[in-house]
């Protein structure tokens, strides 16, 4: 490991300011993904910016507006567990606890959990070429083994996947993330944040240079009605998902009202695709609508070669993930929904 010059920030100016005139300054929180991309040697910050103790951004309050506000430096985990994500936001917290591990969710952060970048094997593996690592260089997972990689979005620079089960969770519903940076404050739509490759894969989201994620927003309606997470992947413990799913519906009766879905494992970023939510509303909650609404869903995937089962995985996973948002205690521990 090279050296590297530690600072702290006690204010989100200050640690702006620094990243600003420290030479290939990275900002670290929970250090989760960023410790392990310096261990591959993908990532070599000469400066770490610690911004775990700017205070405002470590708590989880109420808005204005009656949403929430998460702040950007609170902890996954506590996140997860804080009363006012259990009781208001139960499709959030889910999504949190089916990621990584206790001890990750215990040290990483709300802003890190956005900013993590694929676990592509090619990505960490220095040795071989990879276009998100050094631009141009080529794509080894496209011809090589690629089960866990995308079946939408992709392009024929990369067909990474980006790995978070929070971030589902947050398309679903419809978070907004906050932004400080050297040319002030901003706010993004979640759907807006994460970027397909395109011919720029090596970046990630929409971030200007020197922004910072201060908090992140959820709006007042919580879904906790009717909501289901649900995460696929090949063994139950610490494990990227295959194909994730999140779904979030208003229901009358049996005719649905609203309806969100997520999908994670499958592309770039959260996919959402507004044609098939549209085509739910004032439908009845049935398998076959949501089997259309998954084949609106799934329009234009395409595997490359080990990942071609998630197409069909991915159909059933919406399929499921819709029948156990009917029911809210399909979502405690153990239960299994009746589909
Ligand atoms: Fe690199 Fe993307 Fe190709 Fe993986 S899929 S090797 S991250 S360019």
């Excluded at 866990?148 to 979005?153: C, S, Y």
């Excluded at 979640?190 to 894969?201: A, E, I």
């Excluded at 799934?298 to 009917?326: E, H, Q, T, V, W």
Aim: with cysteine; aromatic share 8%; glycine share 8%.
């Amino acid at each position: 490991m090279n050296n590297f010059e530690y600072l702290q920030a006690k204010d989100t100016v200050t640690a702006i300011d620094l990243q600003q005139k420290e030479e290939n300054a990275f900002f670290i929180a929970g250090g989760t993904n960023l410790i392990d991309l310096w261990k591959y040697n993908v990532s070599n910050p000469s400066t770490l910016i610690d911004i775990n103790h700017i205070s405002t951004n470590q708590k989880i309050t109420i808005n204005l507006d009656g949403g929430i506000r998460l702040g950007a430096a609170a902890r996954n985990a506590d996140t997860a567990y804080h009363p006012l994500v259990e009781e208001r936001y139960p499709l959030l917290s889910k999504a949190i606890l089916a990621g990584a591990s206790a001890q990750i969710r215990n040290m990483a952060s709300n802003g890190g959990n956005l900013l993590q970048r694929t676990r592509c094997y090619y990505f960490y593996d220095h040795q071989v070429p990879c276009n998100k690592r050094i631009p141009g260089s080529g794509c080894p997972a496209k011809t090589g083994y690629n089960r866990m990689h995308a079946i939408l979005g992709t392009s024929d620079s990369c067909i990474a996947v980006f790995p978070s089960d929070m971030c589902v969770a947050l398309a679903a519903l419809d978070a907004r993330v906050n932004l400080s940076g050297p040319e002030g404050e901003r706010s993004i739509d979640f759907t807006g944040f994460h970027r397909l490759p395109g011919d720029r894969p090596e970046l990630d989201n929409n971030l200007k240079a020197g922004e910072l994620i201060t908090s992140i927003d959820l709006p007042e309606k919580g879904f906790k009605e009717n909501y289901s997470y649900l995460k696929l992947r090949d063994r139950h413990s610490y494990a990227f998902a295959l194909v994730s799913v999140a779904t979030v519906m208003t229901l009358e009766e049996n005719i649905i009202r609203e309806a969100r879905i997520a999908l994670g494992g499958v592309a770039h970023k959260p996919w959402r695709v507004k044609e098939a939510e549209d085509f739910l509303v004032n439908k009845a909650a049935t398998r076959e609508n949501f089997s259309a609404a998954a084949g609106l869903i799934l329009k234009g995937a395409k595997g490359s070669g080990n990942n071609d089962f998630k197409i069909p995985l991915a159909k059933k996973a919406i399929i499921r993930n819709c029948l156990m948002a009917l029911d809210p205690s399909s979502q405690q521990p153990g239960a299994q929904p009746s589909v």
